[in-house]
């Protein structure tokens, strides 16, 4: 009985199937149970629809960002895990610089993984809410199209709201 | 088969762009966000109301997201009818369905609410600091916040100070009204404490000439997100709105009564 376990593990091995997911950018792949990856809604539609091959393509997903995403779904696909545990975990996941949390915020939108995207949406929001908004117009690349009379202006009305800042 | 939704240049932050060379075009993943209305409104919702306030600056399309009507609607549903406020006094605590009616205790004013923009139940709490007025006739408050969550209090913000020329600071009305609980003051400024926690003062218009030596009030409230303050003087009649989002902008209507 010695090679019990490798048995097992074929006589189970139809229920539980794998997806790879495949990350274009720099071709890093990832085996993942199929119930994990099923909480991406995209992918879930592109199973259903008998769309997906052995080997899932993510085109715009670089592996660092896949790895922190398939962390999070094998999170939460796990039955056992308490709330509290799930709460220290998502928070582990994303105390990351905002870069890589935008990158994050636009996978889990891609993928469409509700939860990852509440989670992150709601760090970002943190990491950016007391800071001045020039620096915020910075990290969006977001350009001022407001005239320096209209930006005043804008101002303005909140004044209250920028005691202390820039 | 392939992911065939996304046809635009790859994901990526600043740090992998060298892996994209062969693209014709890079767009950094910061641009996406910024491009796409949904995902930075997804941000911008969770975001407290200062920094919304100042973000309006950040750009034209940042403003009109944040002044977007559904926006505001799905950010704060229903912020006039906050259905747990209460405070309680020295006699222990008193429970308001409607808001809060009026206190003028001094001494000790405890005010609990249900916090809409968290979701979560808190308490707040204001006290003043040692005598109920203090030399110069200036009151200290410091409030102070329950977490039902951790079953503890904290103090919240920095200590407040209240010019009180007439030994008569009042805590009428405890209205919610643009993210912040408003209270009237027949006598100088009216207060407000803010879901940032913080308490701040609020111009009122100066009471008519004539020998009217406090505000004659007799409404102070939230309707359609306006807030409403309606005084009579004598023949006068007096309708006060503040604008939703302008703390400090109050339009007057007088409305001679007939005899």
Redesign the interface.
Known sequence: MASAPENEKNASAPEKKTLTLKSMINNEEFVVDEHVALQSVTIKNMVDSDCAGDVIPVPTISGEILALVIEYCKNHANPSASEDDLKKADAGIVAKDIYTLIDLVLAANFLDIKGLLEVTSQKIADSIKDLPHQDVREIFGVENDYTPEEEAAVRAEHDWAFEGFP | ???G??QDA???????IT??SSMPEYT???????A?N??LT???I??????L???????????SLIIDQFFVLCRNPDSSTVSGLYYCTRLGPVLSQNLISSLSSMREIQLMTLDPDHLTTRLFVFRPLGLMCLPFKVCYYRSEIYSTETGSWRASGEPFTIENDNNNMQFHAGVYWNGAINWFNTWGDSLYFDVDERL?TMPMLPVPEGNWYKREFRHYGVSRSHLHLVEIYGPVTCFNFLQD???LLWVVCEIPRRS
């Open positions: 088969m392939q992911f939704l996304i790859s994901i990526g932050s600043k740090h992998n892996s994209l950094s993943s910061a641009d996406k966000v910024a796409n949904d995902l997804e941000i911008l969770r975001l407290p109301a200062r920094s306030m100042r973000f309006k600056s950040v750009s034209k399309h940042w403003l701040g989002g302008e703390r």
